[in-house]
């Protein structure tokens, strides 16, 4: 059973940071491409940043400069750290990983930029 969890959300100020982080467990971690992806209230749910097996990376023109993907096979996790935030990256972040054509998503993580 694929189960993603992710954990790191919290309450920031306009240009803090954060990093979140994502558990995944189900899988053979090292041989799946991941991605992050957001939803803001009101809004459809969009690609962040993702990451291959092998580390390749590839971000949204919204956070590139900003945003740093990366995976830790041997814990099975992977991270998002956010510098710089802006109050419109304000949204749930989610974990995603497609096996055997299905989509699984943890429960999210609610990120808040604001004074």
Do not use: H
Not at 88 to 111: F, I, P, R, S
């Amino acid at each position: 059973q694929v189960q993603l969890v992710e954990s790191g959300g919290g309450l920031v100020q306009p240009g803090g940071s954060l990093r979140l982080s994502c558990a995944a467990s189900g899988i053979a971690f090292r041989f799946y491409f991941m991605g992050w992806y957001r939803q803001a209230a009101g809004k459809e749910r969009e690609l962040v940043a993702s990451i291959t097996k092998s580390g390749s990376t590839n971000y949204r023109d919204s956070v590139k400069g900003r945003f740093t993907i990366s995976r830790d096979n041997a814990k099975n996790t992977v991270f998002l750290q956010m510098n710089s935030l802006k109050p419109e990256d304000t949204a749930v972040y989610y974990c995603n990983v497609n096996k055997d054509y299905m989509n699984y998503w943890g429960k999210g993580t609610l990120v808040t930029v604001s004074l």
